[in-house]
């Protein structure tokens, strides 16, 4: 119980006439990646919002740290230290590389900022090397990375990534799966969302299948459960 | 004669540009077009008024006042008004922002009826000549104003922390949230210093043209032209939208004819929408209600 890092209790959540998520039950130790699994429309991004604040859970607990986050608004949240790479990426379009990291790390002071910075670049080389590149002119599998990047800035202790291989071509696919091998190295504990079956076997511990607004299955990562038998109760 | 012209067109042109930017704030932050921004400039204009000449204030201090005030009145706004319909459809925005401005208005109304009144001679009086050209020094303390609020606001938004968060939130305002900003709180700010701006606008306004609760209505037409001529969104745009329009309304006045200044607005408007719907520095003309 001890290493629990977040805790959802019977998360309801949806958006005006709409609920999505009926009573949704995890939890996330420390150090651990967790993968969301379910259909398109499942209601996979809806939980990882409902985790950061950007929709308001009307039931439920979403503990973190022992402490209910539940209802607080998403900078409030953010402080806590859960970051999260939102499904659409959402970064500034029309700044550089370099602005949008310092930005991902603009409410933590210059020192641990430029700290930060320089621990990014070893980790996304390629990201060092175009730090003055315009956002807008790189492909999806840079702007993914930087996107990653941003969020990593602000030094989280919960990540949460909505299909960091969405979209993107089998050449960055892999290099998405090395960032996160190293991220799980590192000892970051990662919520995430991805549809590419493989990759999320590959680096997660633990997964969760959505359906109907609850977790219709979960289980670990390696312990006899096949890969074939998920995608069927993911989409049967 | 054309150099005297163009001394009072640039003087004129400032206070457009005032307004224009201070909408331009206000778009920029949360894509609002605020249609009752005239009646914040009648509004600062009217408090100042009140301080002045029925309560004795001094001028300094009521338009300091006039400036706080209106700064609360538009954090108040968007928190109340606003941010609790951000989510729906951009329409209800604009009709929320019509709404606020004509329950101003009606409260001027109230108050005053249709009354002009006289505003109280609150700039220094008298002209002096430089070479060929008469100089007024309320003209030049009203440009003098409103250079140092331009300079004050691009130090602001190009060399600042606050600067950064603002492109942050103008770029995406759910990146900005995803970064940890606060994005209403920075919002209801921009709408603070949105209606402040305004009220500077009608305090310097106000001695130049008399004051009437529909001085609202000429106001916010020719910030559109501004902002239209200039390019929506865009500050550098405001700004030299602005200046343009003073100088064409005095060119045109005194050329052509004097009848035809109050329509210059409209025909800019009209001309540019159909010749370059992006203005000068706009990007593009994506301004939807
Ligand atoms: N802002 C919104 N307003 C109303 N309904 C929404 C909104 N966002 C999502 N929904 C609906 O909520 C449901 C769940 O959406 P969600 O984005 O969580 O699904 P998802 O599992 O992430 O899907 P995908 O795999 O396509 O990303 C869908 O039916 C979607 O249409
Ligand atoms: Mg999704």
Redesign the pocket.
Known sequence: MADELLIAEKIEA??PG?Q?LFGVDFSVRKGEVVVLL?A????????LNAVSGFIKPFGGRMLFNGQNIAGLPSHQIFRHGIAQVS?ARDLFPDMSVEDNLTLGASQRGAAKAAESRTAVYRDFPRLGERRGQIVRTMSGGEQQMVAIARALMSGPLLLLLD?PSGGLAPKFVDEIAQIMARLKQGGITILM?E?NIKLAFDTADRFLV?KDGTVAERGDVGQGVSQEEIVRTIYL | MLAQLLVSGVSQGALYALVALAMTVIYRATTVINFGHGDLVMAGAFVVYLLVVLAGAPFLISALLAVVLLFAFGVAVYKGLIRPIMAGPHLALAMMAVAVGYALRGLARVVWGREVLPFPKVLPQGTFMVGPVILAPSDLIVTGSVIATVAILAIVFYATRLGKTAQAVFQSERGAALVGINVSAFQGTMWGIGAAMAALGGILIAPVTLLYPDLAASTLIRAFAAMTLGGFGSFLGAAVGGMLLGLSELLVGAYISSKLIDITAYLIIIGVLLIRPSGLFGRQAVVRV
Do not use: P
């Open positions: 949806g958006y709409k999505i379910g398109n429309g499942s209601g996979k991004s809806t939980v499904q299909e969302v549809q959505l």
